[in-house]
């Protein structure tokens, strides 16, 4: 009786896992990178085999960890990131990247299939992951589904940790990068705001 018990507790445990987070993580988790840390260097080859470095981006940056290419809830993801990608290139002056463990050859074959305009990296060892301190999910079984927002310098300035509700991840950094973009409105001229309504 008391193993029915515990088996079914352990059963409704783990499936809450998969539903979707009420309140997204705006500051780190106990692994998570936080915000106001500087994010870890990298260099990892795209769908392409162009190795791109964080350091070398020069601008905000979004890196998004999701658990597998070709997913369905990762597929959602990037679709919804490369509706908006072009969006966030041109309003924020930010750049993009997906981030999973599988090789270069199943990066090439999702970004081919799902036609993307922004770079998936391919950290074969999981070793940027573990560098982020993303955290596992569903008690551990799954790679985490973590979007860092980095600012030009590479410090974090968002975490969103979700893994229930792919698509969530691009309003959760838009959102980030919108904060972290200056105003325009009213720039040197106080009454300009006042015609602006």
Do not use: W
């Not at 973590?146 to 959102?175: E, Q």
């Amino acid at each position: 009786m008391y193993t029915k018990s515990a088996i079914v507790s352990a059963l409704i445990a783990s499936a809450s896992a998969f539903v979707p987070s009420t309140r997204p993580v705006s500051q780190g988790t106990r692994l998570n990178l936080s915000v106001g840390e500087t994010a870890p260097d990298f260099t990892l080859q795209d769908q392409n085999g162009k190795s791109i470095s964080r350091s070398k981006i020069n601008k905000p940056l979004v890196v998004y960890f999701y658990p597998a290419d070709a997913t369905p809830g990762c597929t959602v993801q990037a679709e919804s990131f490369n509706e908006q990608v072009k969006d966030i290139r041109k309003n924020f002056g930010a750049e993009l990247v997906g981030i999973s463990g599988q090789d270069v050859e199943s990066k090439q074959a999702f970004a081919k299939e799902l036609g993307l305009g922004f770079s998936i990296l391919a950290d074969d060892g999981d070793e940027v992951r573990s560098a982020f301190k993303v955290p596992k999910a569903a008690f551990g079984f799954l790679p985490g589904r973590v979007t860092y927002v980095l600012d030009k310098n590479g410090v974090c300035v968002s975490v969103y940790d979700n893994l229930g509700d792919a698509k969530s991840h691009v309003k959760a950094a838009t959102d980030a990068l919108e904060e972290l973009a200056p105003s325009s409105s009213g720039s040197g001229n106080p009454l300009l705001s006042f015609f602006n309504k």
